[in-house]
């Protein structure tokens, strides 16, 4: 087979199928190619902040309670007591205040469906096993697949996670300066599956809290609304205990530590316990070369602060359609299409090169678990300093004519060098 569009997207999970949706709607030929079929699952991202709420209202999904999301109205933290502390997302102007509970499988299916609906073709079972390169220019024009198949076009996105083999065809190695965590979860069926509160616990322990060890991580408990809870921690590549820690065992330390009734013990887990990497802080540059374009995972935009991934994967994803559309209508090939593709990376470093360069410096400082202990102890019982750190942790904010935090962190952003 042998098929030809105007832009080929490689990836269909939140990043490939946003951008599929946005360049569909724009009017271009959009060929969105999927190794799996769906459903798929997926190990992160059951939990959404209201950031990524907001991307997908932009994408035209029906976000209510009756289209069969979860609703939740701010985060619990776990963290220098045994009493947690509760956050209500932010009232801005910039975002809505509810975040949303889903799992993978349906969400990425989903949002598949939704760039088809919008008129991309979608081509599941559909591993791609490299780039063909023009000789003359060094550009890519499309891919191959295993099964021998040839997708041709003059654009290619790279929305093909961490591993991305696409990019690293080309030469776009990742940066070892910037961050990476691994993350692992499972299921557990629990009377805790309704909740109206994202968890947060910024301290693992392995035996009685505050009498024990502290474990290197942070942990999260998302009720599903279906009986189960998502279960997951995170560790980062600052811990001296990264890469040399049974992520299972300590998964399994710190829940034999909550309440029994809670439910969170091996005869209830529903599913096994899986891992995936978070690529963060942009560590996979430049985000456009020579005819390619990376966007959500394959270009490290996971958040530094709090391991999100999936709304940077959206908002990425609409950057990369606007600048691919501009290029579109100038026509490919020449200096003036050439400078609107180029525009897709400075706008990235504008909107979150400031901020993730933020984050990168907070993650080496929470490597050190001092440093973790003295934040929880003295951070957590200061609600108005707790208010501030949930806006800049979760990038929750308002651009302009926001509260006195908001222009702190907008401040901070814009000093700080981009990513």
């Known amino acids: 087979m042998s098929v030809e569009a105007d832009v080929l997207v490689v990836g269909a999970g939140p990043a490939g199928s946003a951008t599929a949706t946005h360049l569909a709607r724009r009017g271009l030929d ?105 000789d003359t220019t060094g550009r890519i024009v ?68 505050g009498e024990s060890d502290l474990l290197p991580g942070y942990g999260w408990i998302f009720g599903m609304g279906d009986g189960t809870c998502n279960v997951g921690l995170g560790v980062l590549n600052t811990s001296s205990a990264f890469g040399k820690t049974d992520y299972k065992d300590l998964l399994k330390r710190w829940l034999d530590n909550t309440p029994e009734e809670w439910g969170f013990r091996d005869e209830n887990m529903t599913t096994k316990v899986s891992g995936a990497a978070l690529p963060m802080g942009f560590n996979r540059q430049p985000h456009y070369v020579n005819g390619l374009l990376l966007v959500g995972d394959a270009g490290g935009m996971v958040n530094p602060f709090n391991g999100e991934g999936i709304a940077y994967a959206m908002e990425s994803a609409e950057l990369a359609a606007d600048a691919i559309a501009e290029a579109r209508y100038r026509g490919i090939g020449t200096s003036s299409a050439e400078r609107a593709l180029q525009g897709y990376p400075t706008q990235l470093k504008a909107q979150l090169g400031g901020y993730y360069t933020l984050g990168n410096i907070f993650v080496k400082l ?46 901070l952003c814009k000093l700080a060098p981009a990513a």
Request: some cysteine; charged content about 25%; hydrophobic content about 35%.
């Open 366 to 411: 929470i490597g050190n678990p001092k440093v973790m202990g003295i934040c929880t102890k003295y951070g957590l019982p200061r609600k108005t300093l707790m208010r501030f750190t949930l806006k800049l942790l979760a990038n929750l904010h308002d651009s302009r004519d926001g509260d006195a935090m908001d222009k702190i962190i907008n401040a």
């Open 142 to 209: 499309g891919v191959t697949t295993k099964n021998g198949d040839t997708f041709k076009a003059p654009l290619v996105v790279a929305a093909d996670g961490n591993s991305t083999r696409l990019s690293l065809a080309l030469g776009l190695t990742k940066r070892d300066d910037r961050p990476m965590g691994v993350a692992v979860r499972t299921y557990y069926r629990s009377p805790r599956h309704i909740d109206d509160h994202l968890e947060s616990w910024l301290e693992l322990w392995a035996g009685k809290p």
């Open 30 to 134: 959009v060929a969105l190619l999927e190794k799996s079929q769906f459903p798929r699952e997926k190990v992160c991202g059951d939990g959404l902040t209201p950031r990524a709420t907001r991307q997908l209202i932009r994408l035209g999904i029906d976000t209510s309670v009756e289209a069969g999301w979860l609703h939740n109205k701010g985060l619990r933290i776990y963290g220098g007591s045994t009493t947690p502390f509760e956050l209500p997302w932010p009232e801005l102007a910039d975002f809505p205040s509810y975040g949303l509970v889903r799992p993978r499988a349906d969400f990425d299916d989903l949002l598949a469906r939704n760039a088809v609906a919008a008129g991309a073709k979608l081509y599941e079972r559909t591993n791609v096993s490299g780039p063909i390169i023009d």
